[in-house]
């Protein structure tokens, strides 16, 4: 089985030119290709030994309903993994302000005016550098220039968690952004339609935080907290779940012990290989996907 990662699908936006996004054309075209060689169409396909394509797409932006209605047309399904946060506060997560951010100016120009905004405030523990060290890989592999993922790796690796929704909402003020929640992220009403095709809702967690980074404490709530309301949501079992930012250093070894605990039954990171019968029955929790700008 392949299982191939999906974020933005979305035409061009001339307020956020350097947005990392798939077109719906460019989707279009992979859902053919995937359609012929078989799309997954039944959640007991998850577990068996297969050779068809498995589509999951991550955040619960509202580009999901397009994704899933065209899946749908294709008789295949997918695996929608929503973080809940913005349903508790009507906010945009911290991970989006920085795509909104680098979306519309340069990453140099960001990454400048964040230096300048930490010196300001004085804000001189902003980095951890114990973490610094440890995450300095992240993004190593992105074609994306050194400057913007200097910037996503600061504000997604090992920027003061406390600290960073401050540092971003000055940033979106600074550059004049202002999206709405309700035009980002599906709602409730979205994510049923989701389910009335026939699609899988699994969770994101709730706050798309970089899951070691947290205790053991905060690790659970994020997983059990953004179960809890995704069943209300959907009325339907949640027990699929897939890491914010993925992997190997996207979870630890209390983030599987939880995961076993709330009674999920897989979990995907991203590695570029296919799903075997072997990964489904000895690594349920640790499930490559392929990201899909590869096809």
């Not at 191939?4 to 460019?26: C, Q, S």
């Not at 300095?136 to 993922?149: R, V």
């Not at 600290?163 to 004049?176: G, M, R």
């Not at 779940?241 to 991203?270: E, M, W």
């Amino acid at each position: 089985m392949k299982s191939i990662m999906y974020h933005y699908i979305r035409n061009k936006n001339d307020l956020f030119p350097n947005y990392n996004i798939l077109t719906k054309n460019e989707y279009l075209k992979q859902i053919n290709k995937f359609s012929k060689d078989g799309l997954i169409n039944s959640y007991t396909e998850l577990f068996e030994k297969n050779n068809k394509y498995l589509l999951t797409f991550d955040d619960g932006f509202k580009d999901h309903i397009y994704a899933a209605e065209i899946l749908k047309k294709n008789n295949g399904i997918g695996i929608f993994f929503i973080s809940t946060f913005p349903f508790k506060t009507n906010k945009i997560l911290d991970v989006h302000k920085t795509h909104l951010i680098l979306g519309k100016v340069k990453s140099l120009e960001a990454l400048n005016e964040l230096n300048n905004y930490l010196n300001k405030k004085n804000f001189n523990q902003f980095y951890n550098n114990k973490e610094r060290i440890k995450f300095n890989d992240a993004y190593i592999e992105d074609d994306d220039e050194f400057y913007k993922k200097e910037f996503k790796r600061i504000m997604n690796y090992y920027g003061n968690i406390k600290l960073k929704e401050k540092v971003l909402d000055y940033l979106l003020k600074k550059f004049d952004i202002n999206v709405k929640t309700k035009d980002y992220y599906l709602n409730r009403k979205e994510i049923r339609h989701l389910v009335s095709l026939g699609m899988i809702i699994g969770s994101h967690s709730e706050n798309h935080t970089l899951l070691p980074r947290l205790s053991y404490k905060d690790q659970f709530k994020e997983l059990k907290n953004s179960k809890i309301l995704l069943e209300k949501i959907t009325k339907k079992e949640i027990n699929i779940f897939c890491y914010p930012y993925g992997g190997k250093k996207s979870y630890n070894h209390n983030t599987l012990k939880i995961l076993k605990q709330l009674r999920y039954k897989l979990a995907y990171s991203v590695n570029s290989k296919d799903i075997t019968l072997r990964d489904i029955k000895n690594r349920p929790y640790e499930l490559p996907r392929y990201d899909c700008n590869m096809f």
